[in-house]
């Protein structure tokens, strides 16, 4: 299959050899790297992409969920198009950002006060920082599996650049074995940090006991809460923690919420964030150019205020679940272990039988079988992670859903035989 794609990829082969004279394997976010070299893709529209050697794909990725629009939405083109004619970096203030702000807030009430960001990861790593000057305390639980940005990432994936935090590592979905090591550590937790569905670990769903049990443990230890919603806040209308009626202290927000462009967020509780005040004596700083870049904002607002409505959202994530429904009645009628995890809109496909509660779930997964589905949905003209990871967008209908489970039915039809 690799060797299929080498040849019918001649372009996107000689602009990695350009791109390898400038950056570390022609490559400046690793997920996107796989052997023998990457597809470089030349534009998009609605939920279809095009390579720059021609070949057409329904677009499963979404740009690992910041996509939910969709590529061009027109009402989000409106919107940057209407903030370019009035100068894009205005060294100041702007009338975007409250809008943006209280739209985030409306949606997810729990966070009392927030603050942007470039990205999730800094988010995160501000969110972090927040607890530490709060609580007093440095360090922070986290779980196996997770990934919270380029800097706190706990997947199985390459070695980790971490920034130098104290971390308790605890296993995902194990509330008894987080109870006991975080009540393990005399001098407490400053804060919990958890996806309520860990993303680039697999798509698999933190266990409302679990997630309700980290609300209960944060406020025994007297640690905070922050829920990483960076994914998971499309999954409803006020994210999961909306949808398992759970507070946080803190959230971290990113992704589609910028309208596509780059975008994070934190916020919560009002008496944590108000350290955050400039008008505060002992006010926290908290800088960065692009923070409120005009055009984040601006897309971001109409996105939330003009598309991604609660019926939008549940449309999405019924056409979802139907998906991972389908998929895996045909992996069970093929008699092939594979198995499509996930909630929602969010999902991964994995080498394995299922199903998929924890990254133990996950041990011994067949990763050539993985590789050879990637190959052969991409040559049937689907656009998935490497690793799996599918995310659907605004654009997608029934036909394109009947699209990706009749080219996934094909691909292991053709090799039953060495899928496990
Ligand atoms: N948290 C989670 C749960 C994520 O999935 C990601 C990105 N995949 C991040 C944080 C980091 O966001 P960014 O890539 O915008 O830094």
């Not at 998971?232 to 971290?252: K, V, Y």
Request: proline content about 5%; overall charge neutral; glycine content about 12%.
């Amino acid at each position: 299959a690799t060797a299929r794609f080498a040849a019918r990829h001649p372009r996107s082969a000689t602009r990695l050899r350009e791109a390898q004279r400038a950056m570390p394997g022609g490559n400046t976010r690793s997920v996107l790297f796989y052997p023998p070299f990457p597809v470089v893709m030349a534009r998009g529209d609605g939920c279809r992409l095009w390579d720059v050697d021609g070949h057409g794909y329904l677009d499963a990725l979404g740009e690992f969920t910041a996509g939910l629009y969709g590529h061009s939405n027109p009402i989000i083109r409106g919107a940057i198009e209407a903030a370019l004619r009035h100068g894009l970096s205005l060294s100041a203030h702007n009338e975007h950002e409250p809008l943006l702000a209280l739209e985030v807030q409306r949606r997810f009430p729990s966070m009392e006060l927030l603050r942007f960001t470039n990205s999730g990861t800094e988010a995160n790593l501000l969110a972090l920082a927040a607890a530490w000057v709060h609580t007093g305390r440095r360090r922070i639980m986290v779980f196996d599996g997770a990934y919270h940005g380029g800097v706190l990432s706990f997947t199985a994936a390459a070695m980790p650049l971490n920034v130098p935090h104290e971390f308790v590592r605890a296993p995902y979905n194990d509330l008894a074995a987080a109870r006991a090591l975080a009540l393990g550590h005399a001098d407490g937790l400053a804060a919990i940090l958890v996806e309520p569905m860990q993303g680039s670990g697999g798509c698999i769903p933190g266990e409302p006991d679990f997630l309700h049990g980290l609300r209960a443990l944060a406020d025994d230890c007297g640690a905070l809460l922050v829920f990483d919603e960076v994914m998971t806040s499309r999954l409803a209308f006020g994210g999961r923690q909306g949808a398992l009626g759970i507070t946080p202290d803190l959230t971290t927000l990113g992704k589609y919420f910028g309208g596509g462009l780059s975008f994070g967020a934190f916020g919560g509780r009002g008496d944590v964030m108000e350290r955050f005040d400039p008008r505060r004596p002992d006010a926290l700083a908290h800088a960065g150019t692009f923070n409120n870049n005009v055009l984040s904002m601006a897309a971001g607002y109409a996105g939330l205020a003009r598309v991604l409505t609660a019926d939008a959202i549940s449309g999405l994530n019924l056409r979802g679940e139907l998906l991972r429904e389908r998929l895996n009645g045909l992996f069970a009628r093929r008699g092939v272990a594979l198995h499509c995890s996930g909630m929602g809109s969010l999902m991964n496909l994995h080498a394995v039988a299922g199903p998929v509660r924890t990254r133990a779930d996950l041990q011994g997964e067949d990763a050539r079988a993985k590789t050879l589905l990637f190959f052969e949905l991409l040559e049937r003209g689907v656009y998935i992670a490497h690793r799996g990871l599918m995310a659907l967008s605004l654009p997608w209908g029934d036909s394109e859903v009947d699209e990706l489970v009749s080219a996934v039915d094909a691909a292991v039809a053709r090799h039953e035989a060495v899928l496990p």
